[in-house]
Each structure stands twice: as structure tokens, then as C-alpha cells.
């Protein structure tokens, strides 16, 4: 059955690349410019399901859309290309380490022109190119296609506006500073706006003509929404271990019992509601006062990523009790005065306020780094969400004492494990810390904190974090008693977790944590075997263009893989892939990476990878027109070049696409996609069938 799917999936591939393009219509205007000024404007409109590139992302990840335009004498360019209505969704990608800036239902794009003399009816023509990709990682990237626009003859009668500079750019590729200048969808109806003539062909017969305009999917926003609620549960489970909590459970359940027993259980309730309602509505001052487009600056902007570093380290130090953060005492006394002299509910409300201001000592750098988490998250409910987990987590306790009493005989004492718990969270404030700086980092392009050196940091606080909780290192208000088995048990743990990084150091990758660390392509260190980056013939053609990960020595021109592959005897993983291909740089981490896989791909196979995306130029003599069902495509390009060759070959687009071939270039068996190449074990097997097919010639 698996079989089956997987072949008829191959057989649908030119179907679904037919209809899975974008739809440009791009038309002549002079409905918002001046006189002797008109404008080009491009709706495009997006696939269902799918996202495009901004024409203003940056380079090193996904590819970015691409306009260039020739405009003929007596016509300038006003300005670059500018965005006048569609949502841009903007976050930081973990996989390639810089921001993404996407479309997902539809967009207009607009550039201005100036007649700078009378010119006679002409023509502006032009290319557009773009990648398509889903929430999961399946790309496309369809053929660069060819536009023209026709403009009506002009008459100057008067002084036109400055002209811009002759060292204006000509091609997106470097556009003038980003702006929004509307958000007017409507497709203009006017009469001087002349459709325009579509002179290539794209991958495709078809294009949708109409997609209906979807709503947002909130899965993306939900799951982060739970892992942020989750992070806040876990933070005031660890906040009513503090000694600014954990000693006023006793206390204050007691209390509810001995005020009135027949209504203690409601009471508390009420007081960890109240606990609840007070942290959720400081949740809602956060997001009140950031709103969600600066909460989607604050998660990518290196100068505040830095700012929440010095946060995380002044917490920590607290921690660590050097000082402690304190609310003023007035404060404390007013909300506890309020309390004894109010009645009722409102009392209740007033004793919960208290513990909230009398344990900020303790909470206020839990609650800082779950505001931060929260804030740089993107989202709009982030912070109340975090709150509501940490409110309930904290709440909690009191309402099941004071629903079992009983329980309380079975409370543990206060004592010096309050402190570890303390000297623990500063060291996990610091490793918070690192995340932050390292962001920083990879959005601003330092490259000061490489993956090694992150890893190295990590490796150190956490020795030292041992070395406290043995009592070897004293930090705050540690006392030298003997060790208990609990206190070497957590300290055996730190370990282990220092050892399991200690790999990672040298270029090993690390599956649990790798969401955390800086990409893999930061590291300098490559001591391991199966990382090593020696031996590895760069004389190849495009060596300076594209790399293979772990020390690979890939070919990336078919030919020149096939002639070696013939040398050696060993069949070719033909590797369909791109520079901008987040789901190819999933296979390499967390498949290619594994030792068995890599110990296959190294020594039994000649990796052949063919980079689709790739704008890179071709040599002269490669450039060239080719027919394929019946049209005509310019191929001008490397990613242009190895598109082609796999539509001919096996009559689709996809990467990333796996083919195992003989050193005469025959099929050994069937290709994959990503959804069977994710899994290691199919992986393995993929690459053993075709190593068992290759002895079978």
C-alpha cells in the first residue's frame, strides 16, 4: 500500500506543480501617481495552503521573490518595489537563522515610473520569479516567466519630477528602503489600465484563475500558544518551591480553616482565582502596551534580543543572591491592611495581591523570563496565556491542601533545598540568557557566538551548576552539611546533561536540544568522525557555490558526478534539493547526520546534489531555450538548468527528491520524497535496497 501511494504520488507530480503556481496579473496604471508619472502593478495571488517569499527577504534562506524590469529610452525607474496592501507575516526561522518575510492568500505590488521625454507607445518587459512552500516544508519553484506591459504614447509639456540617479537598480534584488503605502485589494476597473500579455510559459498548462481568499489557520499560532502555557505552568510550579512561597502554604491554609471551616474549600478557591485574575490581567498590560506588531519586531530585532540577555543575567545574579529585587515595603503593608480591615470576597482578593507583592523576590525572575518568552513569541495572547499557566500552576497547591488537609502533615520542611531551587533557576535564567544573545547574533550576522562556542558556554555553567549543588561552589545561603541522596541524585542528572553536550561541542548533533543551539552550519570545531570536514575534493565544478554537510565530498553537476561515479563504481544518490529548502535541511540534520546513514552516503555512494533554486548565472554556452509539453523555457540559471533536467527526467518539481541510480545513470529503485525520507529507518533501507540492486548488475 505504502508502495502504491508512493508511486502515484510520482505520477501526480506534474499535475500538482500545475496547479500549484501563482496567479500575476499585472497591468499599467495611473490611478495614484502624478502627472507624467504611471505605475506597474502586480496582484498575485497564492495557492491555498501555500506562502511566498517576500521580494524584500533577505538572502541565506528561503529564495525570495525577484521582479526585474527593461525599461526603454525616455521611461526611469521611480523607486524600487513597493507593497501597497497584503499581510507580511515576519519571524525568525531556527533552521536557516535569519527573519522570513511571507505572503499567504494574496498581495500587491507597485513600482513607479516617470516619462522623462515624449515617447511613442512602447513596451515595458520583464521577468518574475518566486518559491512556493507549505507550513511543512514542500517547496516549488516554478520557471521565471516573462511579462510585458504596453504604455501609451506621452507628451511632456512641463518639468517632470526629479529623476532618480543613473545608478538606480534595475532589478529587486536591491530595492530602496521597504514601505506600505495602502491596503487597497480591489483589482482597478479603469479603462486606461491594459492587461498584460503574457509572452513565456510557466511549468505548467494551467493556472488557477481564482483561489478563494482563506482564513487565517491558527495551528501554528495554537501550538505555540500551548507550549507557552506549558512554560508558564512549569514556571509556577518552580516559583511555589521558592522560599518566598513554599513556607506560606501551611500557613495560609490554615488559616482558611481555622477562619471557617465549613467554607474554607470556597474560600480558597476564590483566593487562587484571585491569584489567577491578577497574573492574567498583568499578561494583558504587557500585551495592551506592546500590541502584537511590535511583539513581532521585539522576537527579531537583535538590539532588544540583546536587551533581554542583560535581563536574563541581572536575573540570575539575583538568583544567585548577590541582591534581591523588592517591591517597596509600603506597598506590602497597604495591600495587607486592606485585607484584615475589608470583609468578604473583596478580603480574600486583597490576602491574594499580598502573596502575589510578598514573594516577588522570588517570582519576579520567573515571571520576567515567561513575560520575555511570551513577548518575543510573536503572538498577541502570549503573555496572558503564560500568565494564566503560571497562575494556575502557583494557585493550585493551595486549593488541593485546603480540599485535603491532611495532606499538610506531608508537606516537607523548608530547609537548604530552597536554595538549590534558587541557584538552579540563575543557571537556567543564564542558559535562557545565551538563547537570547545568539539570536541576536544570527539576525544581525556578527557570527561572534558559533554553534561550539554556544555549546562550550552551556558545558560550563552546567559543570558549575553540579559543583553548587554539590556544595563544592557555595552560592547564596549554602550550608556544609553531608550530602543527601536526593542532592547527589539531581547532581548525577546536571551531569549527564553536561556529558550529552560534550559531542555537540565537537560537531556531533544533538536531536533533544537542537531547536536551541545555533545552526549547525555555525560550527568551526569538526573533531568527530562523521562531521569531519577533511579530504574533500573542492576542484569541482560549483564547489564555490554549494557544500555538502559532514564532510560529504558531493558533486553538484550531474555529469561530472556520473563520470566519477563511473571511476569508482558506485552508484549515485541523485540529491534534488535547494539552497531555500528548509525540509532539505531537515533530511541533512536529523537523517543525514545519523552515523549509519552517514557511514552509507560517505563511503558507498557519490552524492550528486542539484540546487533548483539556485540563481547563480550559467556559463555562456549553457545558456539555451528547451521545449518540454509542448513550450518554450529560457533557461538562463543553474537552479534554471537542473528544473529542466528534472522535468524531463522525471516529469515534476519537488525537493527535496531522492533518486538512486547506477554508475550508467539507470534507476535502481523508486525515488522518495521528504515524507518517507524523514524516517531513518526507510532512509537506511532506501539507500540498502539500492546498494543490494547495484550488486544484483
Same mark, same amino acid.
Given at each position: 500500500?505504502?508502495?502504491?501511494?508512493?508511486?502515484?504520488?510520482?505520477?501526480?507530480?506534474?499535475?500538482?506543480?500545475?496547479?500549484?503556481?501563482?496567479?500575476?496579473?499585472?497591468?499599467?496604471?495611473?490611478?495614484?501617481? $502624478?502627472?507624467?508619472?504611471?505605475?506597474?502593478?502586480?496582484?498575485?495571488?497564492?495557492?491555498?495552503?501555500?506562502?511566498?517569499?517576500? *521580494?524584500?527577504?533577505?538572502?541565506?534562506?528561503?529564495?525570495?521573490?525577484?521582479?526585474?524590469?527593461?525599461?526603454?529610452?525616455?521611461?526611469?525607474?521611480?523607486?524600487?518595489?513597493?507593497?501597497?496592501?497584503?499581510?507580511?507575516?515576519?519571524?525568525?526561522?531556527?533552521? +536557516?537563522?535569519?527573519?522570513?518575510?511571507?505572503?499567504?492568500?494574496?498581495?500587491?505590488?507597485?513600482?513607479? *515610473?516617470?516619462?522623462?521625454?515624449?515617447?511613442?507607445?512602447?513596451?515595458?518587459?520583464?521577468?518574475?520569479?518566486?518559491?512556493?512552500?507549505?507550513?511543512?516544508?514542500?517547496?516549488?519553484?516554478?520557471?521565471?516567466?516573462?511579462?510585458?506591459?504596453?504604455?501609451?504614447?506621452?507628451?511632456?509639456?512641463?518639468?517632470?519630477?526629479?529623476?532618480?540617479?543613473?545608478?538606480?537598480?534595475?532589478?529587486?534584488?536591491?530595492?530602496?528602503?521597504?514601505?506600505?503605502?495602502?491596503?487597497?485589494?480591489?483589482?482597478?476597473?479603469?479603462?486606461?489600465?491594459?492587461?498584460?500579455?503574457?509572452?513565456?510559459?510557466?511549468?505548467?498548462?494551467?493556472?488557477?484563475?481564482?483561489?478563494?481568499?482563506?482564513?487565517?489557520?491558527?495551528?501554528?499560532?495554537?501550538?505555540?500558544?500551548?507550549?507557552?502555557?506549558?512554560?508558564?505552568?512549569?514556571?509556577?510550579?518552580?516559583?511555589?518551591?521558592?522560599?518566598?512561597?513554599?513556607?506560606?502554604?501551611?500557613?495560609?491554609?490554615?488559616?482558611?480553616?481555622?477562619?471557617?471551616?465549613?467554607?474554607?474549600?470556597?474560600?480558597?478557591?476564590?483566593?487562587?482565582?484571585?491569584?489567577?485574575?491578577?497574573?492574567?490581567?498583568?499578561?494583558?498590560?504587557?500585551?495592551?502596551?506592546?500590541?502584537?506588531? #511590535?511583539?513581532?519586531?521585539?522576537?527579531?530585532?537583535?538590539?532588544?534580543?540583546?536587551?533581554?540577555?542583560?535581563?536574563?543575567?541581572?536575573?540570575?545574579?539575583?538568583? +544567585?543572591?548577590?541582591?534581591?529585587?523588592?517591591?517597596?515595603?509600603?506597598?506590602? $503593608?497597604? *495591600?495587607?491592611?486592606? #485585607?484584615?480591615?475589608?470583609?468578604?470576597?473583596?478580603? /480574600?482578593?486583597?490576602?491574594?495581591?499580598?502573596?502575589?507583592?510578598?514573594?516577588?523576590?522570588?517570582?519576579?525572575?520567573?515571571?520576567?523570563?515567561?513575560?520575555?518568552?511570551?513577548?518575543?513569541?510573536?503572538?498577541?495572547?502570549?503573555?496572558?496565556?503564560?500568565?494564566?499557566?503560571?497562575?494556575?500552576?502557583?494557585?493550585?497547591?493551595?486549593?488541593?491542601?485546603?480540599?485535603?488537609?491532611?495532606?499538610?502533615?506531608?508537606?516537607?520542611?523548608?530547609?537548604?533545598?530552597?536554595?538549590?531551587?534558587?541557584?538552579?533557576?540563575?543557571?537556567?535564567?543564564?542558559?535562557?540568557?545565551?538563547?537570547?544573545?545568539?539570536?541576536?547574533?544570527?539576525?544581525?550576522?556578527?557570527?561572534?557566538?558559533?554553534?561550539?562556542?554556544?555549546?562550550?558556554?552551556?558545558?560550563?555553567?552546567?559543570?558549575?551548576?553540579?559543583?553548587?549543588?554539590?556544595?563544592?561552589?557555595?552560592?547564596?545561603?549554602?550550608?556544609?552539611?553531608?550530602?543527601?541522596?536526593?542532592?547527589?541524585?539531581?547532581?548525577?542528572?546536571?551531569?549527564?546533561?553536561?556529558?550529552?553536550?560534550?559531542?555537540? *561541542? +565537537?560537531?556531533?548533533?544533538?536531536?533533544?536540544?537542537?531547536?536551541?543551539?545555533?545552526?549547525?552550519?555555525?560550527?568551526?570545531?569538526?573533531?568527530?568522525?562523521?562531521?569531519?570536514?577533511? $579530504?574533500?575534493?573542492?576542484?569541482?565544478?560549483?564547489?564555490?557555490?554549494?557544500?555538502?554537510?559532514?564532510?560529504?565530498?558531493?558533486?553538484?553537476?550531474?555529469?561530472?558526478?556520473?563520470?566519477?561515479?563511473?571511476?569508482?563504481?558506485?552508484?549515485?544518490?541523485?540529491?534534488?534539493?535547494?539552497?531555500?529548502?528548509?525540509?532539505?535541511?531537515?533530511?541533512?540534520? $536529523?537523517?543525514?547526520?545519523?552515523?549509519?546513514?552517514?557511514?552509507?552516503?560517505?563511503?558507498?555512494?557519490?552524492?550528486?546534489?542539484?540546487?533548483?533554486?539556485?540563481?547563480?548565472?550559467?556559463?555562456?554556452?549553457?545558456?539555451?531555450?528547451?521545449?518540454?509539453?509542448?513550450?518554450?523555457?529560457?533557461?538562463?540559471?543553474?537552479?534554471?538548468?537542473?528544473? /529542466?533536467?528534472?522535468?524531463?527526467?522525471?516529469?515534476?518539481?519537488?525537493?527535496?527528491?531522492?533518486?538512486?541510480?547506477?554508475?550508467?545513470?539507470?534507476?535502481?529503485?523508486?525515488?522518495?520524497?521528504?515524507?518517507?525520507?524523514?524516517?531513518?529507518?526507510?532512509?537506511?533501507?532506501?539507500?540498502?535496497?539500492?546498494?543490494?540492486?547495484?550488486?544484483?548488475?
Amino acid at each position: 500500500m505504502k508502495a502504491l501511494k508512493i508511486f502515484i504520488s510520482i505520477l501526480l507530480l506534474p499535475f500538482l506543480a500545475a496547479s500549484q503556481t501563482a496567479d500575476w496579473n499585472i497591468f499599467y496604471s495611473t490611478e495614484k501617481v $502624478n502627472k507624467n508619472h504611471f505605475e506597474i502593478v502586480m496582484n498575485i495571488t497564492i495557492p491555498q495552503d501555500f506562502h511566498m517569499y517576500s *521580494f524584500d527577504q533577505v538572502s541565506g534562506g528561503p529564495i525570495a521573490a525577484n521582479v526585474t524590469f527593461e525599461v526603454p529610452d525616455g521611461i526611469e525607474k521611480v523607486g524600487g518595489l513597493v507593497i501597497r496592501a497584503g499581510k507580511v507575516d515576519e519571524f525568525f526561522d531556527d533552521i +536557516f537563522g535569519i527573519n522570513i518575510r511571507q505572503f499567504s492568500t494574496r498581495t500587491k505590488w507597485v513600482q513607479e *515610473f516617470v516619462v522623462t521625454k515624449d515617447i511613442e507607445p512602447c513596451v515595458i518587459k520583464g521577468t518574475y520569479s518566486y518559491q512556493l512552500c507549505k507550513d511543512d516544508g514542500y517547496c516549488l519553484n516554478p520557471f521565471p516567466e516573462e511579462f510585458s506591459v504596453q504604455i501609451p504614447a506621452y507628451t511632456i509639456q512641463k518639468k517632470v519630477a526629479e529623476i532618480p540617479e543613473k545608478n538606480e537598480i534595475d532589478s529587486v534584488d536591491k530595492i530602496a528602503p521597504f514601505k506600505i503605502v495602502g491596503m487597497d485589494t480591489a483589482a482597478p476597473a479603469d479603462d486606461s489600465e491594459q492587461a498584460v500579455n503574457q509572452d513565456s510559459t510557466s511549468i505548467s498548462d494551467t493556472i488557477e484563475e481564482t483561489i478563494r481568499q482563506q482564513e487565517e489557520t491558527p495551528q501554528t499560532e495554537s501550538r505555540s500558544l500551548w507550549m507557552i502555557f506549558l512554560l508558564g505552568f512549569l514556571g509556577g510550579i518552580l516559583a511555589f518551591l521558592t522560599p518566598c512561597v513554599f513556607p506560606m502554604v501551611p500557613m495560609t491554609v490554615s488559616m482558611f480553616l481555622k477562619r471557617d471551616k465549613q467554607h474554607a474549600l470556597r474560600d480558597v478557591l476564590i483566593y487562587g482565582l484571585s491569584i489567577v485574575v491578577i497574573f492574567v490581567a498583568l499578561g494583558l498590560c504587557i500585551t495592551l502596551l506592546f500590541g502584537v506588531d #511590535a511583539l513581532n519586531k521585539l522576537s527579531t530585532s537583535p538590539a532588544f534580543n540583546m536587551v533581554f540577555f542583560f535581563v536574563f543575567v541581572i536575573f540570575a545574579i539575583s538568583f +544567585f543572591g548577590v541582591f534581591e529585587l523588592m517591591l517597596p515595603t509600603s506597598w506590602i $503593608n497597604y *495591600f495587607d491592611q486592606k #485585607a484584615d480591615s475589608s470583609k468578604g470576597f473583596l478580603s /480574600i482578593f486583597f490576602m491574594a495581591f499580598t502573596l502575589v507583592l510578598v514573594s516577588f523576590s522570588c517570582t519576579a525572575m520567573i515571571i520576567g523570563t515567561l513575560l520575555v518568552e511570551s513577548v518575543v513569541s510573536g503572538s498577541l495572547t502570549g503573555p496572558m496565556v503564560g500568565m494564566l499557566g503560571f497562575a494556575v500552576a502557583l494557585s493550585l497547591p493551595f486549593i488541593v491542601f485546603a480540599a485535603v488537609p491532611s495532606l499538610l502533615s506531608s508537606l516537607a520542611k523548608s530547609g537548604d533545598w530552597m536554595n538549590d531551587i534558587k541557584i538552579s533557576l540563575g543557571f537556567i535564567e543564564l542558559g535562557f540568557a545565551m538563547k537570547f544573545i545568539s539570536k541576536a547574533d544570527l539576525v544581525a550576522g556578527w557570527g561572534v557566538l558559533p554553534r561550539d562556542l554556544f555549546i562550550g558556554i552551556w558545558i560550563l555553567l552546567s559543570i558549575v551548576w553540579g559543583l553548587c549543588i554539590l556544595r563544592v561552589i557555595c552560592l547564596g545561603h549554602c550550608t556544609q552539611k553531608p550530602l543527601s541522596k536526593q542532592r547527589i541524585g539531581f547532581a548525577v542528572l546536571i551531569f549527564a546533561f553536561t556529558i550529552y553536550l560534550i559531542p555537540g *561541542f +565537537f560537531g556531533k548533533p544533538l536531536d533533544l536540544i537542537s531547536g536551541w543551539l545555533p545552526p549547525m552550519s555555525t560550527q568551526h570545531i569538526h573533531i568527530l568522525s562523521d562531521t569531519e570536514e577533511t $579530504n574533500v575534493n573542492t576542484n569541482k565544478k560549483y564547489a564555490n557555490l554549494f557544500h555538502s554537510p559532514y564532510g560529504i565530498d558531493g558533486y553538484y553537476d550531474y555529469e561530472e558526478g556520473l563520470e566519477h561515479a563511473k571511476a569508482e563504481n558506485k552508484p549515485i544518490l541523485l540529491d534534488f534539493t535547494g539552497l531555500g529548502c528548509e525540509n532539505c535541511r531537515k533530511i541533512e540534520m $536529523n537523517v543525514w547526520a545519523k552515523p549509519e546513514i552517514l557511514k552509507i552516503i560517505k563511503n558507498d555512494y557519490v552524492l550528486i546534489s542539484l540546487y533548483l533554486d539556485s540563481r547563480e548565472p550559467l556559463d555562456s554556452s549553457l545558456v539555451r531555450e528547451e521545449q518540454y509539453g509542448g513550450k518554450t523555457y529560457k533557461i538562463r540559471t543553474i537552479g534554471e538548468h537542473w528544473s /529542466i533536467f528534472m522535468m524531463k527526467n522525471y516529469h515534476g518539481l519537488m525537493q527535496p527528491y531522492y533518486v538512486l541510480l547506477s554508475p550508467d545513470g539507470e534507476k535502481l529503485c523508486e525515488p522518495i520524497t521528504y515524507d518517507e525520507a524523514k524516517d531513518v529507518a526507510t532512509y537506511k533501507t532506501f539507500l540498502e535496497t539500492g546498494l543490494q540492486k547495484m550488486k544484483e548488475k
